[in-house]
């Protein structure tokens, strides 16, 4: 399966903005879509993911009740809206397909190119 991110930008200290991930291909193998992101300088951090059939949620704490992951089947894409964003949220985003909900990325094994998210104080 192929994962391609889009919706990244410049935002100010409390906005929104709102990420795309379309998966194309065998999407039937994978049933969950995570998202994670790497500021620069850190390591890749887990934010959230979805369970496709389920549509199971779960949070890294951080950004639990800022964020919100979900899914449209029909068109094969997962959203992470994201509000009050803050300055400690600047990062690239990736998204990625695994068979099932974690916090690992190591247990994902499709992941997209990325796109940067920068929110400005």
């Known amino acids: 399966v192929q994962v391609v991110e889009s919706g990244g930008g410049l935002v100010q200290d409390g906005g929104s903005l709102r990420l795309s991930c379309e998966a194309s291909?065998?999407?039937?193998?994978?049933?969950?879509m995570g998202w994670f992101r790497q500021a620069p300088g850190k390591e890749r951090e887990f934010v959230a993911a979805i369970s496709v059939s389920k549509g199971n949620v779960n949070y890294a704490g951080s950004v639990k009740g800022r964020f919100t992951i979900f899914r449209d089947n029909a068109k094969d894409t997962v959203y992470l809206q994201m509000d009050s964003l803050k300055p400690e949220d600047t990062a690239v985003y990736y998204c990625a397909a695994g068979p099932y909900v974690s916090v690992y990325g190591t247990l994902y094994d499709s992941w997209g190119q990325g796109t940067q998210v920068t929110v400005s104080s």
């Open positions: 291909g065998r999407t039937f193998r994978y049933d969950a």
